[in-house]
């Protein structure tokens, strides 16, 4: 059974301070993908990537990070200068090679930026 | 422009009174699929179809059907509504497995069943 915990309901932050949203998956697949979407006040679903498990490199993407460990089946989320555009629910999601048409999702993490 | 388009946006109906909710896509993708986003459970798979004619269960199908007919189209047909399903739809496509592609997410349908 594939599963993603969000253990982190909310967070507040003040703006320019760095902040982890944590990702904690659970799967039987050897091969699985993982994914980050981000959910602002407007309620659309973005994406912000997709890594599959055989890459582990760490991703950075301007203020946004990505921190892939398979040793602890987790892939957290960091920004760093946190701005209150990044106000927003953020969803991990992982999909994997047994249920590959499926795409599970965690609970959400809404994360405030206070100015 | 690329995009999901979902209507209507926003739909109040009562107990038992079948209602449709229409998803389209304008990407030729082949994979679409259905969520349902209720609070402190993230979102839920309810269906999906890999293609044209192809369609199967995700995680939360009760009391909803769907249909594939064309490509670009997968509406969400919900026959006898009750008030459990009160919740913020999102239907979604991609090019074809969500584990490949990048999946697209239309802007949702909130619905309220009184």
């Known amino acids: 059974a594939q599963k993603v915990t969000q253990a982190q309901t909310e967070i507040s932050v003040v703006e320019k301070e760095d902040v982890t949203l944590d990702c904690v998956y659970e799967t039987r697949d050897t091969t699985y993908y993982l994914f980050w979407y981000k959910q602002p006040p407007s309620g659309e679903l973005v994406f912000l990537i997709r890594r599959n498990s055989f890459d582990e490199q760490n991703e950075i993407s301007g203020r946004y990070s990505w921190n892939f460990q398979k040793s602890t089946s987790s892939f957290n989320f960091t920004i760093t200068a946190s701005q209150v555009v990044d106000s927003a629910v953020y969803f991990c999601?992982?999909?994997?090679?047994?249920?590959?048409?499926?795409?599970?999702f965690g609970t959400g993490t809404r994360l405030t930026v206070i100015p | 422009e690329a995009q999901v388009t979902q209507n209507p946006r926003y739909l109040i109906t009562v107990t038992g009174k079948k209602l449709t909710v229409t998803c389209s896509q304008n990407m030729n993708h082949e994979y679409m699929s259905w969520y349902r986003q209720d609070p402190g459970l993230g979102l839920r798979q309810i269906y999906y179809s890999m293609n044209v004619e192809v369609t199967d269960k995700g995680d939360v199908p009760e009391g909803y059907k769907v249909s594939r007919k064309e490509k670009r189209n997968f509406p969400l047909i919900l026959e006898s509504p009750s008030p459990n399903q009160t919740s913020l739809y999102f239907c979604?496509?991609?090019?074809?497995?969500?584990?490949?592609?990048?999946?697209?997410f239309g802007p949702g349908t909130r619905l309220t069943v009184t």
């Open positions: 999601a992982l999909s994997g090679s047994t249920g590959a048409n499926n795409l599970f």
């Open positions: 979604a496509s991609s090019l074809s497995s969500p584990a490949s592609y990048e999946q697209y």
